[in-house]
């Protein structure tokens, strides 16, 4: 139990679906992000959002729609998505502002399996 | 603007040998350092972390790691890895003002028994 949870775990959607990922930390943190994970590719870095006001996104298109509707939860809109989509999609969350003991490690949930048929 | 770099892809092992796993970082100043593994289907679990003090870190699950600032390092280590530490390790390095690290392309750690 990392304190990041996301739901569902897997998740099997058609091209023409609409259907949402959800992420929620219970570790007082203030930032939350959302990374892809693709077989063969290196982590990327898709949104961060901080105080619940979204300060990167990497180019992402727009099929993906991010909501942060407090500093605790964080979603992910998918709609109209490609094959390529199909990935494990990972939450996180951290401290953005001080240092503290620990500094600003991030701390990850499960993540969710996509499958976009 | 920091970055990380995993040199190996691939490291395989036996059952009960000693690991090391290379981890080189850019950075300009002190940066916070930290390893992670993902195990098949899972997150990215915190296996130790380095901010300041003492260069040679412990982490969980008996791993390591030791930041050497003359070579830009912080290589991962244990002295006997169980099959159980076959996954993902990835590396990431934080600049001091930033909070948003940057993650490197990982290792998969194979063991053989």
């Known amino acids: 139990e990392t304190g990041v949870t996301q739901t569902p775990r897997h998740l099997v959607m058609g091209m023409t679906n609409k259907k949402s990922l959800k992420c929620e930390q219970h570790l007082g943190h203030n930032a939350m992000y959302w990374y892809k994970q693709s077989a063969k590719k290196p982590l990327e870095l898709m949104f961060v959002y901080n105080f619940k006001e979204q300060t990167e996104n990497n180019s992402v298109p727009s099929r993906f729609s991010p909501e942060c509707p407090n500093s605790s939860h964080l979603f992910l809109h998918l709609h109209t998505l490609q094959p390529e989509d199909s990935a494990l999609y990972l939450c996180a969350s951290s401290q953005s502002s001080g240092t503290g003991g620990s500094g600003n490690t991030i701390y990850f949930g499960e993540g969710s399996w996509l499958t976009v048929v | 603007a920091q970055s990380v770099t995993q040199p190996d892809i691939h490291i395989t092992v036996s059952e009960g040998a000693s690991l090391e796993l290379r981890c080189n970082y850019s950075y300009g100043a002190t940066p916070y350092l930290f390893w992670y593994v993902q195990s098949p289907g899972q997150g990215l679990q915190l296996l130790l972390k380095?901010?300041?003090?003492?260069?040679l870190v412990q982490g969980i699950k008996g791993f390591e790691a030791e930041f050497k600032r003359s070579q830009s390092s912080f290589n991962l280590r244990k002295p006997s890895v169980h099959w159980s530490d076959a996954a993902e390790y990835f590396c990431a390095v934080g600049a001091r003002g930033s909070y948003i690290p940057t993650f490197g392309r990982g290792t998969s750690l194979i063991v053989h028994p």
């Open positions: 380095y901010f300041s003090g003492d260069t």
